[in-house]
Structures are given as structure tokens and as C-alpha cells.
């Protein structure tokens, strides 16, 4: 079994930054990639940014040029930089993690972003 267990996130102002980080633990095999998600209240729960094995990285158009993923892989952690928060990044956002074989994702319980003044 796989843990994902997430920290950061909080209240910043409009403008501001944030980092958010999770780290994985259990039993993980075949790993295709590590990334973030989030949902915002009413909203579908949406891809921020993604990291692949080989280094290959994925960002939602929203995020690009202002946050940056990035992965230790001696410690299984993946961290989300955030910069130039806007209020409509407020979102809770969640860890996730995929393997190949068997095909599944693993996600982490959440961790709340809010934007405001």
C-alpha cells in the first residue's frame, strides 16, 4: 500500500507564495509519474502540475510560468512552488500519485490553499 502524506498550503495574500510538499511511503512499483491536483468548491478536481519518471514535466495552462513542480527522489517527495497566487488558485489540493502496473492512482487526503486579502 501506498501513503501520500502532504504539507503547506494556508492563507496567503494575492500576490504571494506558497509551497506545498508530499511525501510517499509503502510499497511502490512501476511509478509513471507524481503530480498535483486541485478542486475548488463546486468545481471538478483539475491537474496542476505533473513530474514523470523521466524528468518530463506537465502544467495546467492556468499555472504555467508561475508555479514549479519538482521531486526528490531519494526521499519520494514531490513539491509544488506556487508564485503570483491569484485568488482563483484557491483550491484544495491534493497529492497524487500513478503506477503502471496495475494501472491505479493514489491521492493524498488534501490540503487547503486559500487566496485573499
Known amino acids: 500500500q501506498v501513503q501520500l502524506v502532504e504539507s503547506g498550503g494556508g492563507l496567503v495574500q494575492p500576490g504571494g507564495s506558497l509551497g506545498l510538499s508530499c511525501a510517499a511511503s509503502?510499497?511502490?512499483?512501476?511509478?509513471?509519474?507524481m503530480g498535483w491536483y486541485r478542486q475548488a468548491p463546486g468545481k471538478q478536481r483539475e491537474l496542476v502540475a505533473v513530474?514523470?519518471?523521466?524528468?518530463?514535466?506537465n502544467y495546467a495552462d492556468s499555472v504555467k510560468g508561475r508555479f514549479t513542480i519538482s521531486r526528490d527522489n531519494a526521499k519520494n517527495t514531490v513539491y509544488l512552488q506556487m508564485n503570483s497566487l491569484k485568488p482563483e488558485d484557491t483550491a484544495v489540493y491534493y497529492c497524487?500519485?500513478?503506477?503502471?502496473?496495475?494501472?491505479?492512482?493514489?491521492w493524498g487526503q488534501g490540503t487547503q490553499v486559500t487566496v485573499s486579502s
Open positions: 497524487n500519485l500513478q503506477v503502471r502496473h496495475p494501472p491505479r492512482d493514489y
Open positions: 513530474i514523470f519518471v523521466n524528468g518530463h514535466t
Open positions: 509503502g510499497s511502490i512499483f512501476s511509478l509513471n509519474h
